[in-house]
């Protein structure tokens, strides 16, 4: 029997998601999004075309899964965003991978979490390209293919107007500091 397998998974509730990051994980903020919510778009696909990241990252377009993620988001009971700002100071790019990092871990950890206690598919999107690895993807395979995450925008959220909804603003261009907001499904 593999994970698949496995006895439908106990439901946990988002308050107790949100307990959970209230008390291990305090640098966070969470917004409740009801799945039906989220909001697709196909320009996406060529937003990412365009950006410096496309098929340079293991988990960037085109090297994704060309899977319908409107249909599997929708095979999820639960949603909910996470979220922290990062001041950016005078080093930009440090600001930006930091960021991008300290949402990436937080939102393995509560993974981890849904997975302690019975969800065994629970997943994850982050925000921006993963940067796990410090310098850069390695050139054959992810290096942590275990940890590694498919960025959300590149699913074909829209992000800002999603977030919205949820009472998240973004605001572009970041100048005095980056929200970083992924999303855990269970
Ligand atoms: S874990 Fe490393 S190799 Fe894998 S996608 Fe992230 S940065 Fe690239």
Redesign the pocket.
Known sequence: MNQYDAPVSPDISVDAVKAYVTEALPHMKTADIDIKDIVFEQRNELLCFYCARYNA???CPPRIPKADYKAIFKEYQHALFLYHDQLIDDDYEKSRVDSSVILHRALLDVEAFLLKNGNAVRLSFIGGS????KN???PDK???PY??RIPLEATGVNIIKSAETAGVPIVFPATSFIRRIGIILW
């Open positions: 990252k293991w988990t993963c940067k796990l690895c850069g993807c390695t992810c290096a942590n940890l590694a």
